[in-house]
Each structure stands twice: as C-alpha cells, then as structure tokens.
T-cell receptor, first 117, second 108 residues
Framework: DTGVSQDPRHKITKRGQNVTFRCDPI?????LYWYRQTLGQGPEFLTYFQNEAQLEKSRLLSDRFSAERPKGSFSTLEIQRTEQGDSAMYLC???????????????FGEGSWLTVV | AQRVTQPEKLLSVFKGAPVELKCNYS??????LFWYVQYSRQRLQLLLRHISRESIKGFTADLNKGETSFHLKKPFAQEEDSAMYYC??????????FGSGTRLQVQP
C-alpha cells in the first residue's frame, strides 16, 4: 500500500469550468477527509466521511462544491463553475477511526493543485 | 468553535541551538493536540500527538491546559529539521483544525 493517492496532481482550468478530484485512501481506512490549503495557510477542513456517510461539512464548502464516497472506498470532490478564488491545493486524508474516538492518526495524500485562470 | 494559533510564520535558528515552536489553542472541551510536519517536496505527516507523550526525532511537546498551549521543543536543532510545522487540534476525535504553520529554518 502506497498511502493516500490523489489524482490529478495538477489541474489548470478556465473560470466557469467544472473540475473533479479523486482520492484513494489507505485500504481499510474508514474515514476520509478533504482539506483545502492556500499559500501561507494551514490546511482548512472541508468535509469528512465515515464509510460512505458524509458526517460533517465546513461552512467553507459552498454549494458549488460536492463530495461523494459512494462505496466507502475512494472519494471524489467536484467543484462546479470554478472561480479564481478556488485556486488552492486540495488535500485528501484518511484514518482508521477507533470506537473510542481517540488517537486517530490521519494520513495525508500529496494533494491536487488547482489553478483557475 | 475551536481555533489554533501559531504566532510565528518563520523561526530561524543555528544548528545545535534549542528550538521552540509555539502553539496556542482555544477549545471548550478536552482536545487532542498534534504536531504535523511537512518536509520539502513531501506530504504532510504526523510528528507527534500529546496523548502518546513520546519524543520523535528529539522533539517533545507538552500540553498545558492552563495556558492552552502545546509548544513543540527540541534541545538541539539539526539541519534536517528544516520544514513547515503545523499544530493541529481534534475535538473529540473529529476532523483536525490546523494552525497556519511555522517554517523552521536551521542554518549550518
């Protein structure tokens, strides 16, 4: 297992186009997270899944953003009608949540760079 | 809502000098605190967590609930410690909230 993988690694798109990112978590990890990171900032939480259920969404996640994890394995993050402000690194991460909710180690992917021109 | 503050964007020290990366948090409950590190051209990875009370690569961090701090320390910095360091908080095992990060530069 090579860890969390994300595709594509880089995407340049024109304003107004839709883009989709894919994340493959570490096998058997039941939690999957999406974060966004811009230059000079730490990762900002967007949403997370436990298995196929989307448990939490940040207020940062506008209506143009949608995430799915249909079979509880890989996930997609789609951004519709992209804007220049969407330019950022989109990070995926996964973890194996324990019943007592303690001590999860979250493993990150290398991220997908989005540039909206 | 929880918040993590890292007041220094850049910390530059000489090799062999002590290092302290500051982290303060605000959260009404009992948080889990973490330090993540990102070396050049590598992915973000866990350095240490407060519940483990362990030392990783010579780094330690103590949770001070009175001061709501979780500063990262190392007595003698090495050049290979140069990286971005992020403090993060998990409220009740949920998703991490990160600080804005501190770049540590260890000069020879």
């Amino acid at each position: 297992d090579t860890g969390v993988s994300q595709d594509p690694r880089h995407k340049i798109t024109k304003r107004g186009q839709n883009v989709t990112f894919r994340c493959d978590p570490i096998s058997e990890h039941n939690r999957l997270y999406w974060y966004r990171q811009t230059l000079g900032q730490g990762p900002e939480f967007l949403t997370y899944f436990q298995n196929e259920a989307q448990l939490e969404k940040s207020r940062l996640l506008s209506d143009r953003f949608s995430a799915e994890r249909p079979k509880g394995s890989f996930s997609t993050l789609e951004i519709q009608r992209t804007e220049q402000g969407d330019s950022a690194m989109y990070l995926c991460a996964s973890s194996l949540a324990r019943a007592d909710s303690s001590g999860n180690t979250i493993y990150f992917g290398e991220g997908s760079w989005l540039t909206v021109v | 809502a929880q918040r993590v503050t890292q007041p220094e964007k850049l910390l530059s020290v000489f090799k062999g000098a002590p290092v302290e990366l500051k982290c303060n948090y605000s959260y009404s409950g009992s948080p889990e605190l973490f330090w993540y590190v990102q070396y050049s051209r590598q992915r973000l990875q866990l350095l240490l967590r407060h519940i483990s009370r362990e030392s990783i690569k010579g780094f330690t961090a103590d949770l001070n609930k009175g001061e709501t701090s979780f500063h990262l320390k190392k007595p003698f910095a090495q050049e290979e410690d140069s990286a971005m360091y992020y403090c993060a908080l998990s409220p009740g095992g949920r998703a991490l909230t990160f600080g804005s990060g501190t770049r540590l530069q260890v000069q020879p």
